[in-house]
C-alpha cells in the first residue's frame, strides 16, 4: 500500500521559513515520473506549488519562486519543500503527490500538513 506522509507544517511568523517532507512508503520516489507540493488555502482550489521531475527539473508557482526550494532524498525516500521568507498568504494545507509515469495524473496523495503563517 502506498502512503506519502507529510510534516514538518506549523505555526511561524512572517519572514519565517519551515521544512516540510514527504516521507514514502510502498512506493519509491525515484520511480516516479514527477513528484510535487500543493497548497490548499481556506475557501480556495487546491494549487501547484511545486514540481520535480525524474530528470531533476523543477517548476514553481510564481508566487513562491525564489522563497521555495523542491527537492528529494533518494536515499531516504522523501520529498522536501524548503520555505523561505513566509507570508501569510502561504497559509493553507499543504499536500504532495506523485505522478507515477510519463502521460499518468496524479495518483498517490498524502493527507497534508497545516502551515500557518501570521504577519
Known amino acids: 500500500q502506498v502512503q506519502l506522509v507529510e510534516s514538518g507544517g506549523g505555526s511561524v511568523q512572517a519572514g519565517g521559513s519551515l521544512r516540510l517532507s514527504c516521507a514514502a512508503s510502498?512506493?519509491?520516489?525515484?520511480?516516479?515520473?514527477?513528484m510535487g507540493w500543493f497548497r490548499r488555502a481556506p475557501g480556495k482550489e487546491r494549487d501547484g506549488v511545486a514540481t520535480i521531475d525524474s530528470g531533476g527539473t523543477t517548476i514553481y508557482a510564481n508566487s513562491v519562486k525564489g522563497r521555495f526550494t523542491i527537492s528529494q532524498d533518494n536515499a531516504k525516500n522523501t520529498l522536501y519543500l524548503q520555505m523561505n521568507s513566509l507570508k501569510p498568504e502561504d497559509t493553507a494545507m499543504y499536500y504532495c503527490a506523485a505522478v507515477p509515469s510519463y502521460g499518468g495524473r496524479w495518483t498517490y496523495w498524502g493527507q497534508g500538513t497545516q502551515v500557518t503563517v501570521s504577519s
Open positions: 510502498g512506493y519509491t520516489i525515484s520511480s516516479a515520473y514527477c
